[in-house]
């Protein structure tokens, strides 16, 4: 497995991994466009790539603007082999070592996302949207469970 920064290069390969994933699936995946990730990779945030014999298999991105995870998922043939939680570590990582402000994100309920995101230290802070559930996490929350966990 490689971890690293991902490119405006990654892009379609990122489009290829969200319209494959199972839960949380966009209900028009239109909506989300190729040129939609551009900002978060270059202005508002960045994002990282997992590969493994060259595929792309799970990416996450980072909005600094609003400070939450605008993507993370994985090719569900590539699940539970600890990609997600490496592509979280590395983002988190990258998070607060800018800011002390929690970071959020949203997931659909009763989800292997939700479970996952309960595991690794992320708490519920109410709704989302219109489905979704919003989830924080606190600098202190990372550096006393999550970072060292995981470092």
């Not at 970071?103 to 309920?109: A, D, N, Y």
């Not at 919003?134 to 470092?151: C, D, I, V, Y």
Request: charged share 25%; with cysteine; proline share 3%.
């Amino acid at each position: 497995m490689i971890f690293r920064q991902a490119t405006q290069e990654d892009i379609l390969h990122m489009q290829e991994v969200r319209n494959l994933v199972k839960e949380n699936v966009l209900s028009d995946p239109s909506v989300i466009t190729n040129d939609s990730y551009i900002p978060y990779l270059e202005q508002r945030g960045m994002g990282w790539v997992c590969s493994i014999k060259n595929q792309i298999v799970g990416f996450a991105i980072l909005d600094n603007q609003e400070k939450n995870v605008w993507a993370l998922f994985v090719l569900p043939n590539f699940e539970g082999r600890g990609i997600a939680q490496e592509l979280q570590r590395i983002m988190l990582k990258e998070y607060f070592a800018h800011t002390q402000e929690s970071i959020w994100l949203g997931t659909e309920p009763n989800t292997r996302a939700e479970n996952f995101y309960r595991e690794s230290g992320w708490k519920e802070v109410g709704k989302h949207g219109l489905n979704e559930l919003k989830f924080e996490m606190s600098h202190t929350t990372w550096n006393s469970k999550f970072n060292r966990r995981l470092l």
